[in-house]
Nanobody, 119 residues
Framework: QVQLVESGGGLVQTGDSLRLSCAAS????????MGWFRQAPGKEREFVGS????????RYADSVKGRFTLSRDNAKNTVYLQMHSLKPEDTAVYYC????????????WGQGTQVTVSS
């Protein structure tokens, strides 16, 4: 059974940092590209960033570039989202997702973790 479990969310203040983790099981993690997405209340889910299976190539949404960093530990089957200089507009449910790279895109999703940034 493929499973992605996010953790690390919480309530923080503007300017704080937070690190989210996503633990994967039931798949060959080292062969999957991984991504983070978020969905704020009343808004559509949006792309935050992604990291290739090798960890050598990352992409970010313009809104988080320079503040957020993706990394992964293939030995631990875990991908991380380090967030710095958090803003109230970063408040959302954050989801991790897995892409096998077969053309189907991010097809496996976690249940999400809430991040709330107070002003």
């Amino acid at each position: 059974q493929v499973q992605l479990v996010e953790s690390g969310g919480g309530l923080v203040q503007t300017g704080d940092s937070l690190r989210l983790s996503c633990a994967a099981s039931g798949l060959t993690f080292r062969t999957y590209d991984m991504g983070w997405f978020r969905q704020a209340p009343g808004k559509e889910r949006e792309f935050v960033g992604s990291i290739r299976w090798s960890g050598g190539n990352t992409r970010y949404a313009d809104s988080v570039k320079g503040r957020f960093t993706l990394s992964r530990d293939n030995a631990k089957n875990t991908v991380y989202l380090q967030m710095h200089s958090l803003k109230p507009e970063d408040t959302a449910v954050y989801y991790c997702a897995a892409d096998r790279g077969t053309g189907s895109g991010f097809s496996t999703w976690g249940q999400g973790t809430q991040v709330t940034v107070s002003s």
